[in-house]
C-alpha cells in the first residue's frame, strides 16, 4: 500500500511541476467571456436569441434574410425596412448615422404609427436586447462604422411655462421664414405672411410658390420611393407626438429623406445687428409649433353625433323591419305576472 501511495505522489508531483513551468505570459483572463468547447460568449448566446425571436416575430414582414421582403410586404405601405440597408429613419443620432441601441430598443417597444410595425412592448427586455443584437448582423455597416454619438440636447427654454403660446408664435416664424418646411411639408400660414415672416428672417420674399403650398410634397427616398412628409393636421406622425419625441426629429433629421438635421444650423447672427437670428433652442419652438398642427385636428366625432340609447330597441334580423307604429312593444313586467305557470 506505501507503494501505490508513493507512485500516486510523484505523479501528482510532476503534474505540478510541469503547469508551473509552463509560460506565466501566456495565462488567459478567465475573467471575460470567450468561446471554447460547447460554451459560448454572451453576445453569441444574445444573437441565438434574437435568430429565435425575429423567425417568431418579425419574418413575416421584414423577411428572414432581412431585406424587407417578407411575405406580407406586398400588402403593406410604408414598406417594412430592410436592415441589410442600415437607413434606419427614426433616431437620436445625425441623418445618415446608424442609431443608437436605445433607438432600436424604443423603436421596438413602441413601434411606428401609421405603419404595419405594432409595438412590441409585451417582450422582456433581454428579449429586446436579443432583437436588437441580431438585427445588427444582416449589414456590415455596424462592424464598418463605430457608434455613433446622440445629437446634443439644449435645455428647453419653455419647459417651465404653462403657457405655450410664445412658443408656438416663435415655431410658426421659424417654421415657414428660416427653415422653410413648406418646401416638402404643406404651409399653414397664407403666402403673404408667409413672406412677412420671410423677411422678418432676413431672407427674401417669394413671388411664385410652388404648386399645392398647402399640402405634402412627395419626394423620393434614398431607395427610390417616392414618400410624403406628414401634414401634421392630418397624418401620422410616425415617431411620436411628444415635444421631446418632434424635438429629436426635428434636430436629428431622418435618415434617407430629405429631412437634413437641424441641429447643426440653426445658429445664426443677424446681419442688421449682433443678436441671435435663429438658434439651436429654436428646435423646441418648432416642436411646439408642430404638436399645436397635430392637435388642432378635428375630432373624428362630434359629440352630437354620438347617440346614445335611452330605451330598449329591437333588431330586426330578416325582412324588411315594421313601421314604427307597427313595430311590437317589449312585453311589460306585469305580463310576464298574469302568465300561467305549470307545474308537474
Known amino acids: ?20 513551468s509552463a509560460d ?11 468561446e471554447f468547447g460547447f460554451q459560448r460568449s454572451v453576445q453569441t448566446s444574445l444573437i441565438e436569441e434574437g435568430r429565435a425571436a425575429y423567425g417568431q416575430y418579425c419574418t413575416g414582414c421584414h423577411g428572414a434574410e432581412g431585406d424587407g421582403k417578407g411575405d406580407a410586404a406586398v400588402f403593406l405601405n410604408p414598406k417594412p425596412r430592410n436592415f441589410q440597408l442600415a437607413n ?47 438585427l445588427k ?3 456590415p455597416k455596424w462592424e464598418q462604422r463605430g457608434p455613433s454619438p446622440e445629437i446634443p440636447r439644449v ?3 419653455y419647459g417651465a411655462t404653462g403657457d405655450k403660446s410664445s412658443a408656438i408664435a416663435r415655431g410658426e416664424a421659424v417654421y415657414h421664414g ?26 427674401p420674399s417669394r413671388d411664385v410658390f410652388r404648386p399645392r403650398l398647402f399640402e405634402s410634397e ?21 415617431s411620436g407626438a411628444d415635444v421631446e419625441d418632434l424635438y429629436r426629429s426635428i434636430a436629428a433629421g431622418i435618415t434617407g429623406t430629405a429631412m ?32 399645436s398642427l397635430i392637435l388642432s385636428r378635428p375630432a373624428k366625432l362630434a359629440e352630437a353625433d354620438v347617440v346614445v340609447r335611452d330605451r330598449p330597441q329591437l333588431i330586426h334580423l330578416h325582412g324588411e323591419p315594421p313601421k314604427e307604429e307597427q313595430a311590437p312593444r317589449p312585453p311589460a313586467e306585469e305580463e310576464f305576472a298574469e302568465e300561467e305557470v305549470f307545474e308537474e
Open 260 to 291: 437634413p438635421t437641424w441641429v447643426d444650423s440653426m445658429d445664426y447672427t443677424s446681419k442688421k445687428s449682433d443678436a441671435p437670428l435663429v438658434a439651436t433652442a429654436d428646435i423646441w419652438a418648432m416642436a411646439y409649433y408642430v404638436q
Open 155 to 157: 435645455e428647453n427654454p
Open 218 to 238: 412627395g419626394k423620393e427616398n434614398s431607395e427610390g420611393e417616392l414618400i410624403f412628409p406628414p401634414d401634421f393636421r392630418r397624418d401620422f406622425v410616425r
Open 137 to 139: 448582423t444582416f449589414s
Open 24 to 34: 506565466r505570459d501566456a495565462d488567459v483572463d478567465t475573467s471575460r467571456p470567450s
Open 178 to 203: 428660416f427653415a422653410t418646411c413648406w418646401t416638402c411639408h404643406p404651409a399653414y400660414v397664407p403666402e403673404t405672411r408667409i413672406n412677412e415672416l420671410l423677411l422678418a428672417m432676413e431672407n
Open 88 to 134: 434606419f429613419r427614426f433616431s437620436s443620432t445625425r441623418s445618415g448615422r446608424l442609431p443608437t441601441d436605445e433607438d432600436l430598443k424604443r423603436t421596438l417597444r413602441e413601434g411606428l404609427k401609421g405603419s404595419a410595425m405594432p409595438g412590441w412592448d409585451f417582450l422582456p427586455p433581454r428579449t429586446v436586447n436579443a432583437l436588437v443584437a441580431y
Open 1 to 20: 500500500m506505501r507503494r501505490v501511495h508513493a507512485r500516486g505522489v510523484v505523479f501528482l508531483a510532476t503534474v505540478v511541476l510541469a503547469g508551473c
